[in-house]
């Protein structure tokens, strides 16, 4: 049995692979010991990289977990190493994989911006953001820029959006790192549950049903309104919120991101 990690980007899908995931108990014996993610405490501070450690190592056969994870050491070699550095066991899975089974996902971009301004400014007023888009900023057009430039504000601190997608792109050259994309979670949800449970079965996980069922099992474990971040989950929704500018912005500032996540071929979109 693996010790399972669910990694994605903030506001990029990680509540619904944290379902996902949470659905594993009913096909197995799974725990989820329903801690905070392992890189935040219980009050959601953020916790120095030595405790993330402690807290990735921390995790047994059979542990479910979710987090949110940049691709660098010692976390990378944490995630992946087989061994000693693979459980507190000295196990390897099944035919010679790290014990641990890592899923990052991961998603479009845009949709994350779109995602993160609806939610900084009428979901959570205690977000860092939420003055600076509320009381300086007076368009969405304005909150999208803000969100692809990054903003340096005393009291508004935020990296721009191809920054954040740096610190994670590491995890697409991993092989022992299953990567999904959000939407094919949404929009081909049994082909990509097919691959998480054709991934844990190479990490020795065989469930007690057959593999359709297993399928529907995972699948009904999704409830996106149970999220508290939950608002549309729309694979595209940026579209109907980015503005000429906007998408002249992004690519300015993103370069080749998007052809490198296969999100698109090339900038003429």
Same mark, same amino acid.
């Given at each position: 049995?693996?010790?399972?990690?669910?990694?994605?980007?903030?506001?990029?899908?990680?509540?619904?692979?944290?379902?996902?995931?949470?659905? !594993?108990?009913?096909?197995?014996p799974f725990v989820n010991p329903g801690f905070p993610p392992v890189n935040r405490s219980e009050s959601n501070t953020k916790l120095p990289d030595e405790i993330i450690l402690?807290?990735?190592?921390?995790?047994?056969?059979?542990?479910?977990?979710?987090?949110?994870?940049?691709?660098?050491?010692? @976390?990378?070699?944490?995630?992946?190493?087989?061994?000693?550095?693979?459980?507190?066991?000295?196990?390897?899975?099944?035919?010679? @994989?790290?014990?641990?089974?890592?899923?990052?996902?991961?998603?479009?971009?845009?949709?994350?911006?779109?995602?993160?301004?609806?939610?900084?400014?009428?979901?959570?007023?205690?977000?860092?953001?939420?003055?600076?888009?509320?009381?300086?900023?007076?368009?969405?057009?304005?909150?999208?820029?803000?969100?692809?430039?990054?903003?340096?504000?005393?009291?508004?601190?935020?990296?721009?959006?191809?920054?954040?997608?740096?610190?994670?792109?590491?995890?697409?050259?991993?092989?022992?790192?299953?990567?999904?994309?959000?939407?094919? !979670?949404?929009?081909?949800?049994?082909?990509? !549950?097919?691959?998480?449970?054709?991934?844990?079965?190479?990490?020795?996980?065989?469930?007690?049903?057959?593999?359709?069922?297993?399928?529907?099992?995972?699948?009904?474990?999704?409830?996106?309104?149970?999220?508290?971040?939950?608002?549309?989950?729309?694979?595209?929704?940026?579209?109907?919120? @980015?503005?000429p500018a906007n998408k002249t912005c992004f690519k300015e500032l993103t370069g080749d991101l998007l052809i490198r996540l296969g999100y698109e071929d090339n900038d003429l979109?």
């Amino acid at each position: 049995m693996p010790a399972v990690l669910g990694n994605a980007m903030p506001k990029s899908g990680s509540h619904l692979i944290i379902q996902v995931l949470q659905g !594993l108990p009913r096909l197995g014996p799974f725990v989820n010991p329903g801690f905070p993610p392992v890189n935040r405490s219980e009050s959601n501070t953020k916790l120095p990289d030595e405790i993330i450690l402690k807290n990735i190592r921390r995790m047994r056969p059979g542990d479910i977990g979710y987090g949110y994870i940049p691709a660098k050491e010692p @976390f990378i070699s944490a995630l992946t190493a087989k061994g000693v550095e693979a459980s507190p066991a000295s196990t390897k899975g099944a035919g010679g @994989f790290p014990a641990r089974a890592t899923i990052f996902i991961y998603r479009d971009p845009r949709d994350v911006i779109v995602s993160h301004v609806f939610y900084a400014t009428q979901m959570h007023a205690g977000h860092g953001m939420h003055r600076y888009y509320t009381e300086t900023l007076s368009s969405m057009e304005e909150r999208i820029n803000a969100a692809i430039q990054g903003v340096q504000e005393p009291g508004s601190e935020l990296s721009s959006i191809r920054n954040k997608y740096v610190a994670y792109l590491n995890w697409l050259d991993q092989t022992e790192v299953l990567c999904l994309r959000f939407e094919d !979670l949404i929009l081909a949800r049994n082909t990509a !549950l097919g691959r998480l449970l054709d991934y844990l079965d190479q990490r020795g996980f065989k469930p007690d049903v057959p593999r359709e069922q297993a399928i529907q099992v995972l699948d009904q474990a999704v409830m996106p309104r149970k999220s508290g971040t939950f608002r549309k989950g729309k694979p595209g929704n940026w579209r109907e919120h @980015f503005t000429p500018a906007n998408k002249t912005c992004f690519k300015e500032l993103t370069g080749d991101l998007l052809i490198r996540l296969g999100y698109e071929d090339n900038d003429l979109w």
